[in-house]
């Protein structure tokens, strides 16, 4: 395999690796303030996708998909109000049923506004065959900007958790939800919040990929099984757990190509899984004393 | 008094009788087809009732036991083995009787595999699967344990879609018949359709019979202790990870032997039944019975899928079965049909009547 070649597999698993980061995380954002697995992760994605190209033909791209972003995060709002805050003394085997029974409606909802069709967004800059020459090796410009938009959420989720009240209450919330409330934080509203955070950046998430991966109504469901991967990988709940993760399994994909069928591309995510699961399931950067307080 | 428990197995059996005959004698029996099907299904939801209402562990997929055993013996009868000499495998099953030929579409003699063989290679291939997967999967709990459950229902649904030997996309057809004795055979055949919507019934019976009593026994004590607390139950001195292990491969075979009796009664098998979706819908009306309800489990299962092969849900048919998952989850997490639901409702119903009766005399 020659430098070129290597280069230009390390490149696309760098750039998937870090959209399973993105989804990645926002599981992570749901599971910290709940402690649900939210099993619908991957149909935000969608979502955030749809509603872009269906809005992208009416106004300018950068609004549409600011809409789409503001749309879904009212739908992960929704979700919260109509159905989360609903349930009484949730089991986690209650939790897993209903929020499996959700993106299976989300999916179906979005079968029937949308039908059966592939879509996608237009390229943000230049089109389907512009590409840029790094050290030999040819990228596409919506590439770097994937890239750069998962960058810029990581910082600036590092931030928000870090010096908002907000990110700060949520942070408490997941250190102990009693505890939180007795302070006065709100802990229900936070749990709205993580729904709506994590939506939104699934949404933002779809609008960035969808020039290259395409966008289908049932596209958010092997994205929502890479991203779990990866964020117990990396350690559930931590978010640069979930990048490192992202990376390793979206170069372990991109290289698994060349010596086995791509049939069995989406089985290699999730043989990794099983075998963390099996072998570790604190993940990479998961500490041993919390993963033991946690039900695995 | 033993025989008292089984009153419900015979109201069972009064029923399936009452409806053949009505349906005969109606001229309706094509309806018999569906229910037939629907009876296989059920066959999985019960052995996943036992495992995910009286155990307590999810399983989101088995779809992937039943695809086992349906592929397994669809892969096994369906080799033509006429020109195949000296191949000593092959030999020793003609010496033991186990091929069979037969005359295929074309009316050229083919020699297959018995089902009855492909069927014992199924359910022995299944119990290993099932074993090896389970004793680490097992160790897992809450949404580790479904995601690694789920993960293995994809990996299945993958190499069925994926290799060349189960057919890809296009599964498998033109699967012979399987003769169980006599006359009998399961088929699609349409002259055959009562005897067939009584084998199955037989086997949903037996099936039913089998779990009520495994329910009742030792092992069913010790289950719903690991479903209420697995760290008591294990210092109660119950070998916890062997019960578990136990249930989860014996309803992995309840999964196996449908799909084998279900495949020859289609004559074909595709890819959708591993799908994920399958396995979501089957934990779906686990749910809607009532969990640790074999009961609930196999009338919501015979009616639901009845519905959804009779195409009443249209193109909603995930819609409805996702929808199920929500709703029962939300407002009956104990299910659909319970003694507590239909109290409650008498009890709603006497009040409602004793105000009614209290404004009168006002």
């Not at chain 1, 949520?170 to 229900?188: K, P």
């Not at chain 1, 559930?236 to 372990?252: E, R």
């Not at chain 2, 495998?89 to 009855?116: C, F, M, Q």
């Amino acid at each position: 395999m020659s430098f070129e070649h290597l280069l230009q597999y390390v490149l696309s698993g760098i750039t998937n690796g870090s959209i399973y980061a993105i989804v990645a995380i926002g599981f992570n954002i749901i599971y910290n303030t709940t402690g649900i697995i939210n099993f619908a992760q991957g149909e935000f994605v969608m979502l955030g996708g749809m509603t872009a190209i269906s809005l992208a033909a009416f106004m300018p791209l950068p609004l549409a998909i600011l809409a789409a972003v503001v749309i879904t995060s009212f739908a992960g709002a929704l979700i919260d109000f109509l159905f989360i805050r609903r349930l009484k003394s949730p089991s986690v085997l209650n939790m897993i049923i209903v929020t499996v029974g959700l993106s299976i409606m989300i999916r179906e909802i979005a079968l029937h506004i949308w039908d059966e069709k592939v879509r996608s967004l237009p390229y943000f800059t230049g089109n389907e065959i512009a590409s840029i020459n790094l050290l030999g090796a040819y990228i596409s410009p919506q590439v770097l900007w994937v890239l750069g938009v998962c960058s810029v959420i990581v910082v600036f989720l590092g931030l928000f958790f870090k010096f908002t009240l907000t990110g700060k209450s949520m942070r408490a919330c997941a250190s102990n939800m009693i505890a939180a409330r007795l302070c006065g934080i709100n802990t229900r509203n936070m749990v709205t919040i993580s729904f709506m955070l994590s939506a939104a950046i699934g949404a933002l998430a779809g609008c960035v990929i969808s020039p290259i991966t395409q966008t289908q109504y049932d596209c958010g469901t092997s994205l929502a099984i890479k991203g779990f991967t990866v964020a117990i990988l990396g350690g559930l709940g931590n978010s640069t757990g979930a990048i490192i993760g992202g990376v390793i399994i979206g170069l372990l994909e991109a290289f698994s190509i060349s010596v086995m069928p791509l049939a069995y591309k989406d089985a290699i995510a999730i043989a990794i899984l099983l075998v963390i699961l099996f072998v570790k399931p604190s993940g990479l950067l998961g500490a041993r004393e919390a993963a033991e307080l946690k039900e695995f | 008094m033993a025989w008292k428990k089984y009153i419900p197995v015979f109201a069972l059996i009064a029923c399936i009788i009452v409806f053949q005959l009505a349906v005969t004698a109606m001229s309706r029996e094509f309806y018999l087809t569906q229910l037939t099907m629907a009876a296989y299904y059920s066959l999985v939801i019960l052995g996943l009732t036992v495992l995910m209402g009286y155990a307590g562990q999810i399983s989101m997929g088995h779809a992937a036991f039943f695809a086992m055993g349906g592929y397994t013996s669809a892969v096994i009868t369906t080799r033509d083995l006429m020109n195949v000499k000296g191949a000593v495998l092959v030999d020793l099953a003609r010496d033991l009787g186990l091929t069979i030929v037969e005359k295929n579409a074309y009316g050229s003699d083919i020699e297959h595999l018995s089902p009855w063989a492909a069927l014992a290679v199924a359910v022995v291939l299944t119990v290993i699967i099932a074993f090896l997967i389970g004793i680490p999967i097992l160790k897992l709990k809450g949404h580790y344990l479904a995601m690694a459950t789920l993960g293995f229902g994809i990996i299945v649904y993958r190499i069925v879609l994926g290799s060349r030997l189960f057919g890809e996309a296009d599964g498998i057809s033109d699967i012979p018949p399987f003769r169980i004795v006599g006359g009998l055979a399961v088929s699609g055949d349409p002259a055959l359709r009562v005897q067939n919507f009584y084998i199955a019934s037989f086997l949903v019976v037996v099936g039913v019979v089998l779990l009520m009593n495994l329910i009742d026994s030792r092992v069913g004590r010790a289950l719903r202790s690991i479903h209420g607390s697995e760290e008591a139950a294990n210092a109660m001195g119950i070998d916890t990870a062997r019960y578990k292990l136990f249930i989860f491969v014996l309803s992995a075979v309840f999964a196996c032997v449908a799909g084998v009796f279900l495949t020859h009664f289609n004559g074909g098998i595709g890819p959708s039944e591993a799908d994920v979706m399958k396995s979501v819908s089957y934990v779906a009306i686990v749910a809607v019975g009532g969990m640790a309800n074999l009961w609930g489990a196999l009338i919501m299962g015979v009616i639901l899928n009845y519905l959804s092969l009779r195409g009443y849900f249209g193109s909603y048919d995930e819609f409805v079965f996702g929808s199920i998952l929500i709703v029962i989850m939300l407002f009956v997490p104990e299910g659909l049909l319970r003694m507590e639901n239909a109290r409650a409702l008498a009890r709603a119903l006497a009040r409602l009547r004793n105000n009614l009766g209290a404004d009168r005399k006002q």
